[in-house]
């Protein structure tokens, strides 16, 4: 079983459409819990970072931990075309221990 | 400020052979990572340095790679002898060593490796 696993997809949504992506995981150690978005011949960039349990938003984007399912979400509102990319999960325990990322969700918004 | 920056930007290679990739960190970031993304796959943590040290290289091959951090600034990851396995992007990383931004990693545009 991996530590952490995410749907591949592909997530074809249209325009203006809430999106939801997902990851689960076995290590209960993981306490820090980011969303990376990574463009086709780009390498990842970090969209939300949350530590412990609960929800954090940035203007479209809303991550959520749910420890005791573990269980994690980013939700993006008025999905836009440029929102299509790879969607990373990933986390960690301590703040030495290596970020393990999940296998991506590849989205694409149609116009 | 500039972004971590990597070369080449693509590289294709026999099995056998050897191949080195460089990467330039931000400057100022303590935290150098190399990664390896697999296509479909999510990328994997090779090796880790702080400064000059190596912090984790737990899941790197260390039979045919080798990485270095001179001077505690920019890094070389070297595979020799390649395998067709190795075909992959090899993604460079840095991040502060401060508390609140270590989950914050800036990447580069990696190295697409094509090994035949």
């Known amino acids: 079983q991996k530590e952490v696993e995410q749907d591949p997809g592909p997530l074809s949504v249209p325009e203006g459409a809430i999106v939801s992506l997902n990851c689960t995981y076995s290590?209960?150690?993981?306490?820090?819990f980011m969303w990376y978005r990574q463009y086709s011949r780009k390498g990842p960039e970090l969209l939300m970072y949350?530590?412990?349990?609960g929800n954090k938003e940035d203007g479209r984007f809303t991550a959520q931990v749910d420890k005791s399912s573990k269980y994690i979400s980013l939700f993006i509102r008025d999905s836009q075309p440029s929102d299509s990319a790879t969607y990373l999960c990933?986390?960690?325990?301590?703040?030495?221990?290596?970020?393990?990322f999940g296998s991506g969700t590849r989205l694409s918004i149609r116009p | 400020e500039a972004g971590v920056a990597q070369s080449p930007r693509y590289k294709i290679i026999e099995k056998r052979q050897s191949v080195a990739f460089w990467c330039n960190p931000i400057?100022?970031?303590?935290?150098l990572y190399w990664y390896q993304q697999i296509l479909g796959q999510g990328p994997k943590l090779l090796i880790q340095?702080?400064?000059?040290?190596?912090?984790?290289d737990s899941q790197l091959p260390k039979d045919r790679f080798s990485a270095e951090r001179l001077k505690g600034v920019d890094s070389t990851l070297k595979i020799q002898p390649a395998k067709l396995e190795d075909s992959a992007v090899y993604l460079c990383?840095?991040?502060?060593?401060?508390?609140?931004?270590?989950?914050?990693?800036?990447f580069g545009s990696g190295t697409q490796l094509s090994v035949l």
């Open positions: 990383a840095s991040s502060l060593d401060r508390p609140g931004y270590n989950e914050k990693l800036f």
């Open positions: 340095f702080q400064n000059n040290g190596v912090v984790d």
């Open positions: 400057s100022g970031h303590a935290t």
């Open positions: 990933a986390m960690r325990g301590s703040s030495a221990s290596k970020i393990i």
């Open positions: 949350t530590y412990s349990s």
């Open positions: 290590n209960s150690a993981f306490q820090y």
